[in-house]
């Protein structure tokens, strides 16, 4: 056994069942198994899991044991030699998996590995590589410094600024959304810190596996979409709390720093928690006057109208405006208005709102380099999946994803 892939669920029952078809397409011939471990879902995950994926070695929890101790009830159980910690709300390229074991194979060094992570409107995620969180990094990220001063190395120490986009370099911290480790190194370290219940546990674990003389190397060769914020939303109090939380608590646990300056860090957290209430309610009532969308439905053959039946069955509000093809053939008998090279234009001139894949029809890679074709045209872009009967997608990673879900 190669891989094992690890997947903490907790009510993203359509988010879960795209990203486990992004994870069998990407599987390839490698050696894998896959463990879900549901923290007591009441949307119907571990049904949908069952009927559609009865290889998925899945594990129940009566009640939400946390990120960090669902993950561990899975590695007790793992017979890989890798171990890929992977959140339920992303979607793996075709070649993420096999880039990602070939380099970690060649380099006995990498402890451990994560990969460059764009959100659903095709921005890159600047936590797919970070700093530690020491006294001084933690300021800065409460205080927001990083937004007030982008060109600062100092800072941006958070992200990991040192290192570029598109570089592969080592850094201090890896995102627990997609974190490739070798079994024998979770082992050493004693596996994922517990005391962590949600958030932390990445950094705890990432600065671990340095102090165990491994490198955690940012790998950039291969992309995934992180929507992010599935399991909670992600600008709910409860949510910034524990995430700024997690990182003091890191800092007063495992950095012997001054613990003068931790009142100090306490009185910022409920700063920053008053201004993300404010930009939460503001963006809800952005939404709210939101208009009805104008679609473009990316496919091939005659995928796009399966699609667009099924989403006049679903929760979908608004207008689809025609099909584009991605090859220069099509079915003319079809709603086809263009191809894939006029998509922008055909974006432009339609006063397009929404962009919806037919992902039966081609590869997720297909999907990421569309996205950041267009992404300068402030669209959402959605993925439809006709196996789970559900279209997701994400227009900010600062709240919940959109989900169309197919009603029978």
Not at 96 to 119: F, I, P, Q, W
Not at 219 to 229: D, E, M
């Amino acid at each position: 056994m190669q891989l094992s892939i690890v997947i903490v669920s907790y009510n993203v029952k359509y988010f879960l069942l795209h990203c486990l078809h992004s994870v069998c397409n990407a599987a390839g011939d490698i050696a894998l198994e896959i463990f879900v471990v549901d923290n007591s879902s009441h949307d119907g995950t571990c049904e949908a899991v069952l009927q559609q994926f009865p290889d998925v070695q899945l594990i129940q929890n009566i009640e939400n044991v946390g990120f960090a101790r669902a993950c561990n009830q899975a590695i007790r159980q793992a017979q890989g030699e890798y171990v890929l910690l992977l959140n339920p709300d992303t979607m793996l390229r075709e070649d993420t998996l096999r880039n990602s074991l070939a380099y970690m194979n060649a380099h006995a060094e990498c402890g451990a590995l994560g990969v460059k992570m764009l959100d659903g409107a095709g921005n890159f995620l600047p936590e797919s590589k970070r700093g530690l969180p020491t006294y001084g990094v933690a300021l800065c990220k409460i205080l927001g410094l990083q937004k007030l001063f982008p060109t600062k190395k100092w800072a941006n120490r958070y992200y990991a600024s040192h290192v570029g986009e598109n570089e592969t370099a080592p850094v201090e911290v890896l995102s627990g959304a997609f974190f490739l480790v070798r079994l024998q190194v979770l082992q050493q370290v004693c596996l994922l810190n517990e005391a962590y219940f949600m958030y932390g546990e990445d950094i705890d674990l990432s600065y671990k596996i340095t102090q165990a003389g491994f490198q955690n190397i940012y790998f950039p060769q291969t992309s995934i979409i992180h929507y992010k914020g599935e399991s909670t939303p992600h600008r709910s109090i409860r949510c910034i709390y524990n995430f700024y939380k997690a990182m003091l608590i890191f800092v007063q646990t495992n950095l012997k720093a001054l613990k003068i300056f931790t009142p100090f860090l306490w009185i910022l957290l409920f700063f920053a928690i008053a201004v993300a209430w404010v930009k939460r309610n503001v963006s809800s009532i952005a939404r709210k006057v939101s208009p009805k969308h104008r679609a473009l439905i990316v496919g091939a053959g005659y995928e796009p109208q399966r699609v667009e039946k099924f989403l006049h069955t679903s929760n979908f509000n608004g207008e689809i405006l025609g099909y584009i093809s991605l090859t220069d053939e099509f079915p003319e008998t079809l709603n086809y208005i263009g191809t894939r090279s006029q998509l922008p234009h055909y974006i432009q001139i339609n006063t397009v709102t929404e962009v919806i894949f037919c992902i039966d029809s081609m590869s997720v890679g297909e999907v990421i380099a569309i996205i950041q074709e267009c992404s300068s045209f402030n669209i959402s872009f959605k993925i439809a999946d006709t196996q789970s009967r559900s279209v997701v997608g994400s227009s900010s990673p600062q709240r919940k994803g959109e989900l169309y879900e197919i009603r029978r």
